[in-house]
């Protein structure tokens, strides 16, 4: 019973590197999220797939880019690395109606030097 | 979107029961109020949702005045176990609404 699972759990780049984040659940939820947390705050929205096809901007998505693969897969990419793009990142996914429970995956960690 | 307002910090001892207020002054007549739980190095995980008056599951209640305009958490005997990191969001419709504040640092002393 895996939930939602992340890769990697950390990586390190260079300014000016590009990485891809992968996510995945075996939920059959409609609905996956990519937040970003930085020490001493709450979660930051960067990006939202409200059902299989569909993307759209959340809260803080300048610097990235999404892909829905499909139903079960939602990929978070940084084309060229920055410093303030240093942060744990999480993916999560929910029914797609009403303010349904988010299930979170375990984050990556990743630091841009 | 409601915004909410949470204490920064709250310490406790084992076996006491630790109540966490929420203020959200602006909530909309279709809002739920939901609950998460975080732990160091982990994501947030749901602990409790309400619209009115009481919820209760096996690890929380969940106490909702009739104006809505603030909700508490309650936890029953806290442990160790249950330092963590406490969310209070507001909103209805899409999960994608829902906005995580800094949370209210909860810590059991032994």
């Known amino acids: 019973n895996a939930g939602v699972t992340q890769t990697p759990k950390f990586q390190v780049l260079k300014t000016g590197q590009s990485m891809t984040l992968q996510c995945a659940q075996d939920?059959?939820?409609?609905?996956m999220y990519w937040y970003r947390q930085d020490p001493g705050m709450g979660l930051r929205l960067i990006y939202y797939s409200a059902s299989e096809g569909t993307t759209d901007k959340g809260e803080v998505p300048n610097g990235y880019n999404v892909s829905r693969l499909n139903k079960r897969e939602f990929s978070l990419r940084l084309e060229s690395a920055a410093p303030s793009q240093t942060s744990v990142y999480f993916c999560?996914?929910?029914?797609?109606?009403?303010?349904?429970?988010?299930?979170f995956g375990e984050g990556s960690r990743l630091t841009v030097l | 979107l409601a915004k909410t307002t949470q204490p920064i910090s709250m310490d406790s001892y084992e076996g006491q029961e630790v109540n966490i207020t929420c203020s959200h002054n602006n909530i909309a007549t279709n809002d739920y109020i939901t609950w998460y739980q975080q732990f160091p190095s982990q994501g947030p995980r749901f602990i409790i949702q309400?619209?009115?008056t009481k919820v209760t599951n096996e690890v929380a209640s969940l106490f909702i005045p009739a104006d809505r305009k603030s909700s508490t958490l309650s936890l029953p005997r806290v442990s160790l176990s249950d330092t963590a990191v406490y969310y209070c969001l507001v909103g209805s419709g899409s999960a994608r609404q829902l906005t995580f504040g800094s949370g209210t640092q909860l810590t059991v002393l032994p």
């Open positions: 939920m059959n939820h409609n609905s």
């Open positions: 999560a996914s929910s029914e797609a109606r009403g303010a349904g429970e988010l299930f």
């Open positions: 309400g619209y009115k």
